[in-house]
């Protein structure tokens, strides 16, 4: 008689995955900590959208606060509504990248298999976690305060926070490339 296994059963039922580790990946320290902590939620889908916030019984309507056509979710706040679509654009012309995003966790498998070197992948996760914390903190004016900021400022934002946090943590020992990338990233205007 074969001996009985939950962990086979339940691998049975969600199918076969495979893992994938961010971790080392995205708690780098050219980020800043908050910047990490929401990006980390919100690539776990943690964070209280308005689909969330409907399903607690906190708001009467999950409908998106800016674009007011879809429903605030994690994918809807973060890539598919026009004001963080337009976030992201700024962002990306900024750092050079042309992938088109369509989930968190396709950018940072992109950013993990790119044929940039390991710092600049780090700060480029730097920057995605600053822009996510950044629509975060947007998403939130726009919703508790009602004031709604215009995608290049929000953006200037980032660029600043990022760079600035970038270069008070920047290691003695850094390739004369790298260097000069991270001097064009401060001196290009978003």
């Known amino acids: 008689m074969p001996k009985f ?20 990946f995205m708690w780098n320290r050219l980020s800043i900590p908050k910047h990490r902590l929401i990006a980390w939620m919100a690539m776990k889908e943690r964070l209280w959208t308005k689909d969330r916030l409907m399903q607690a019984g906190v708001v009467q309507s999950d409908e998106c606060q800016f674009c007011v056509v879809g429903h605030e979710t994690h994918i809807h706040r973060f890539f598919q509504c026009k004001n963080s679509h337009d976030f992201l ?3 990306k012309r900024w750092l050079g990248y042309n992938i088109t995003p369509i989930v968190f966790h396709r950018i940072i498998s992109y950013l993990r298999r790119s044929k940039r070197n390991g710092f600049q992948r780090l700060v ?3 920057v995605l976690s600053g822009l996510m914390y950044q629509v ?5 004016e726009a919703c ?3 004031v709604v900021w215009r995608p290049e400022v929000v953006a200037r934002r980032v660029q600043k926070l990022v760079v600035d946090r970038i270069f008070s943590v920047l290691p003695h020992k850094l390739f004369d490339a790298n260097r000069v990338w991270l001097d064009s990233l401060r001196l290009n205007d978003v």
């Open 5 to 24: 296994s939950i962990k086979k059963v339940y691998k049975k039922l969600i199918g076969v995955q495979d893992p994938e580790y961010y971790d080392k």
């Open 124 to 126: 480029m996760v730097a």
């Open 89 to 91: 654009q700024i962002t």
């Open 136 to 140: 975060w903190w947007a998403r939130n």
């Open 144 to 146: 508790w305060n009602g």
